[in-house]
């Protein structure tokens, strides 16, 4: 929280409450610029704090602008909780400055600030400017819990960070795990610590630079997915902006440009497009404001990859506002009779809204000249809840005789997305977390887990839903409904048909899991490759751990033991020597290794390693989309070789029209070439076509070809194949 105290704010924007450096401001276009109230500056009002508090019977003027904020969102809010806190939080950090030399009372002022702007509820607000007082002060909980109550005491408590000097390096994992833990019970926690990283983001200037890149790595790789998943953009969007500066300075101020350059052109075609909409609508009858958005730095930046040379529409998009849900939908209909629709753009999240509480129509209409201006239609109480999310909702815990202005209190949506306190994506995080087993493993999997940022509903036998992330499988389901338990899973039906548990799910499909009797049921180790969220992977990773396979097991036990003296080897007759399994070996050799099983790799393929838990390192093929998987997660490679070995294991798929006897066939014409049939599983037919999986056993990897061609010569047999992970087809 040591950076470089703000410069003259703007109220006028919701979160304004400082202005970065003059290297990392992202300004908006001229013509695009709402007009502000007159600025305050916080370094004056930082220094006037330090004469003291004002009268008991007045508010301070420090935060009179905190209190007009406040106000403009909540009329009849009581101030005199305020006024306490910030007399208690002046005193307490009196002396202390920030790296900038600035007084450190207006960092939690500038956070307060931007908390008031979102229309944060006055607990929220008395939380904020106490927030560093524990942390950085003197004061103690047990002193905010007797002067300001039980729910301000929890909150400060949730953002207050654990020290070094008892954690370590463990201590920036284990703080967000407990704020995450603190948020599962009340969502408040993480919007004060949202809006602290952003003004601490804003006023970054004075840090070292290394200091910089791993506060914005760590702000973009959990900070801004959280604000994501709370439905904070106006947060989300801004801290965007700042890592991109940081990061990425030369795209960014090629970015920069491209907004300059735009805004210094004659035309506004989306100024425009914003008045042939407003004609439209006037003569519809139907109240609207019309409004232009223009995109933050990083949108500019991916608009410009994607659709190559910006064109003036592509800067902004129109934002429609009216009173009434019906409107929307009377909005796009005449959008759509009197403007020419881009129909492959509409999108409807008001009947189906976004996990994170978000509503609006999303439509792009065109003009004459090729110019696209992308439309956004919803109410003012749904844009409300688009910039603010969860801290747009007031106190999702009050009872509901507390006032809530503007149905602040109010929870418009059903189901999952109606509960703020707990949304599926939290509950899932909370549940896996408690068995992450280290810091580092509950620090790298929170990462992957938030990069996920797409969610699927799946439906299950019963009637229940399961909220699973896009890519999961049956596997992630399994674990998903039944957790540690479906280590007795067996099957699945998707949509009604028997499925493998390596099946990828989509949004709507509905799964029946089909679970074994046996209460010592085991996993498949395989199932590793093909879990896809956090509770499925650790699961699986505990149980291997205390199940170590044989091989493991010996390779663990001699590790234990120390170097041994080589062995002389057994020598055998050549007539009772027996081919040992195809292996492979890492450079250099001793870690103990494994086949993957999404595309079991044999002599001579092409192979790469990746190290998972227990130090084993599973061998994929280089062509697998498990490899692509690995590598894109960050996973370092292995370098492996096949070894001096001839007996392989591989899987093959035999893809066919449906006949009599075909599998007798196909059996045959396997034995025929002296391979043993180790498993075998016929897909219920499908079109009449059928498809058939053989996990077989070869005395040597050089039959392979003769295999495969012995069995595309069976009749009826179109195609054999080496059998691949089923999400090799989305990727």
């Known amino acids: ?100 030399g600035e007084p450190y009372i207006t960092h939690p002022l500038a956070v307060t600030l931007i908390l008031a702007e979102l229309g944060a509820e006055t607990t929220t607000l008395t939380a904020s400017l106490l927030h560093d007082t524990v942390e950085d002060t003197e004061v103690t909980l047990d002193q905010v819990r007797e002067e300001f109550g039980d729910e301000v005491c929890y909150l400060v408590d949730g953002v207050t960070k654990l020290e070094k000097v008892d954690y370590g390096a463990a201590a920036e994992p284990e703080t967000f795990r407990k704020m995450l833990v603190a948020t599962g019970n009340d969502v408040r926690v993480m919007s004060i610590k949202l809006a602290d990283r952003l003004h601490n983001m804003r006023t970054l200037g004075v840090m070292r630079p290394e200091k910089q890149a791993r506060i914005a790595k760590v702000t973009r790789d959990v900070l801004i997915p959280l604000a994501e998943r709370l439905g904070v953009q106006a947060l989300k969007t801004e801290l965007e902006d700042l890592v991109f500066a940081i990061l990425h300075p030369e795209e960014y101020e090629r970015t920069r440009e491209l907004i300059s350059e735009n805004a210094n052109r004659g035309d506004d075609p989306l100024a425009e497009i914003a008045e042939e909409v407003r004609a439209v609508l006037r003569d519809a009858g139907i109240q609207a404001e019309v409004l232009i958005r223009p995109r933050h730095f990083v949108s500019v930046h991916r608009v410009s990859r ?23 939908y009377g909005v796009l209909g005449e959008l759509h009779t009197c403007l020419t629709p881009v129909v492959s753009e509409f999108k409807d999240f008001i009947a189906v809204p976004k996990f994170n509480l978000y509503q609006s129509l999303h439509t792009a209409v065109t003009r004459g000249d090729g110019q696209v201006a992308e439309v956004l239609i919803r109410t003012h109480q749904m844009h409300k809840v688009a910039e603010a999310g969860v801290v747009a909702l007031g106190n999702p815990y009050a009872p509901p005789s507390e006032e809530q202005p503007d149905g602040a209190g109010e929870r418009p949506f059903d189901g999952e997305r109606a509960d703020p306190t707990r949304p599926g994506w939290l509950s899932r995080l909370l549940d896996w977390q408690q068995g992450a087993p280290d810091p580092d493993t509950f620090w790298s999997t929170l990462r992957e887990d938030l990069a996920q940022d797409r969610e699927i509903t799946v439906f299950r036998a019963d009637g229940g839903s399961l909220g699973l992330p896009e890519g999961a499988s049956c596997v992630d389901a399994a674990y998903a409904q039944y957790g540690e338990d479906a280590h007795a899973c067996i099957g699945a039906r998707v949509n009604g048909r028997l499925a493998t548990l390596s099946t990828v799910l989509r949004d709507g499909d509905t799964v ?119 590598k894109s997660a960050g996973r370092p490679e292995v370098a492996v070789r096949w070894g001096d070995t001839t007996e392989c294991r591989v899987t093959l798929v035999a893809e066919s029209f449906g006949r009599p006897h075909l599998l007798a066939d196909l059996t045959e014409a396997i034995a025929g070439e002296g391979v043993a049939v180790v498993s075998a599983t016929v897909e219920p037919p499908s079109q009449q076509r059928v498809r058939h999986t053989y996990t077989l056993q070869l005395p040597d990897a050089a039959r392979l070809p003769g295999l495969m061609r012995a069995m595309r010569n069976v009749p009826g047999v179109y195609d054999v194949s080496r059998a691949q992970h089923p999400a090799t087809a989305a990727q």
């Open 512 to 630: 029946q899991l089909l679970m074994g009797q046996d209460p010592a049921s085991e996993p498949s180790r395989e199932w590793l490759e093909h879990a896809h969220t956090p509770a499925a992977r650790i699961a699986i990773q505990r149980w291997m751990a205390t199940h170590p396979a044989p091989g493991e097991e010996k390779a663990a036990e001699a590790s234990a033991a120390g170097p041994r003296p080589p062995a002389a080897a057994p020598v055998r007759p050549a007539e009772t020597q027996t081919a040992r399994p195809a292996s492979a070996v890492t450079d250099p050799p001793g870690a103990s290794v494994r086949m993957a099983g999404c595309c079991t790799p044999v002599p001579p393929d092409e192979v790469t390693g990746f190290a998972v838990r227990g130090g084993v390192v599973t061998v994929h093929r280089v062509e697998c989309a498990g490899t692509a998987r690995m």
């Open 1 to 100: 929280m040591s950076a470089e105290a703000t410069n003259p704010a703007t109220p006028g924007s919701a979160t304004s409450a400082g202005q970065r450096p003059a290297s990392l401001e992202p300004e908006a276009p001229p013509a695009h610029r709402r007009k502000a109230r007159p600025r305050i500056d916080l370094r004056r009002l930082g220094r006037a704090a330090l004469l003291g508090p004002a009268a008991r019977d007045r508010l301070p003027d420090a935060i009179g602008h905190v209190a007009e904020a406040h106000r403009a969102h909540h009329p009849d809010a009581k101030l005199e909780p305020l006024r306490r806190a910030w007399v208690l939080a002046e005193s307490s950090h009196r002396g202390q400055m920030r790296k900038s």
């Open 306 to 328: 994607k659709r190559g040379p910006m064109r003036g529409a592509d800067f902004g998009r129109l934002l429609v506002l009216v009173n009434e849900d019906a409107d929307c």
